[in-house]
């Protein structure tokens, strides 16, 4: 396949079920945000308790197995990679919803962390394959639209099956379908490695030697990092903040946030990774300075949200929020894909989810926790948002306009 071919049939086809597998993947991860009330009340938890069983218990495995399985990812089939790891992240969901413990609860919470580790090393390899590099930016952002859709699910299915059943109910009922999503990803083809040609990096080069001769990946890693603070907090704390701030039952507030996460994440994702790409064609760096764009924009969503009257103007804040809080993913991946050799895109791109994550949910979501903990009652955590924001933006330019060989960027951890 040349650069300036068009994909063959078979890429969308691979292209459409790695998109289910990365929405049931974060209905998975999700789910536990919109059930945060009920568990809290069942289980008597602080908020800081809430932010280690809904992301750092999740986080701790998802980061640290995240580079061995890129390693698996660049060596061996990645369909039956993530077909294996699809099985254990829906059979652990389905679990949660019997545990009677925190000690329980955050079992099944880090095995949902190990078996969802292997869906980014290896999806982004695959799509790296099928897809030539002018496509990567719009066909990353297509995959990652599987991530509000996803998220829109577990807050409104969610939310109403834990109104009509028990939270405990929800786990298994949307858990458990992924086991036949599974069987259909084992019969996916697989490409030949480097089928689609396009790296920075020679064929086998060590890419940590390009790493280190660039400020831009750093720029580029923590920019997003820091923006990913933010991003992450609109699906863990504002559905309870809703909630609470306007005393409503939780399956409006799922069904109005899960409506929200779809509409604005839908938008955000697909038209991201097109308008970034049409940057990145134009002058280096273009798609790092669309995410500092994007991390502006959402500073002023979540003013929206915090200075909101009514809860209309609040789902209003939160569509925009979630259309910019999400419209980086795809062109931030497609830059560590763009960079790398085929032979190491898997480590390369499990490396910079490491310290993303690490950041958004091992650190930033219990700073946020604690934070909502300690404030004033009335008040809340999330008025470091907008701020975050800020600083992302902030970095996300400085790496837009550093002197670099490319403008497509990836891990520092990555070496």
Known sequence: MTDTDRPRPIAWLVLVVLFIVYTLNFLDRSLVYILFKPIKAEFAFTDL???LLGSTAFVLFYTTLGVPFGRLADRYRRTWLIAAGLVVWSVASSLTGFATTFGGLLACRMIVGVGEATLGPAAYSLLADWFPPRWRGTTAALFCAGIPLGGGLAMAAGGAIAQDWGWRAAFPMLGLPGLLVAAVVMMLPEPERGAAKGSVAEAGEPFGVVLRASVTPWLHTFGYATFAIAASAWSIWVPSYIAARWSLELKDVGLMFGLCTVVGGLIGTTLGGVTADLLQRRFLGGRMAFGAIVALLSAFAWLGLLTAETPNVAYIAVTFGMAFGLAWL?????????????????????????????????????????LNDVVPKGSTGLVACPIVCLVAAGLLVAGSYSRAPAAAVASPLAA
Do not use: C, K
Request: zero cysteines.
């Open 49 to 51: 308790q809430l932010a």
């Open 330 to 370: 795809g062109p931030a991946s497609a830059d560590v894909q763009d960079l790398v050799a085929p032979e190491h895109r898997g480590v390369a791109i499990s490396s910079y989810y490491l310290v993303v994550n690490l950041l958004s949910y091992g650190l930033g979501a219990p700073m946020l926790g604690a």
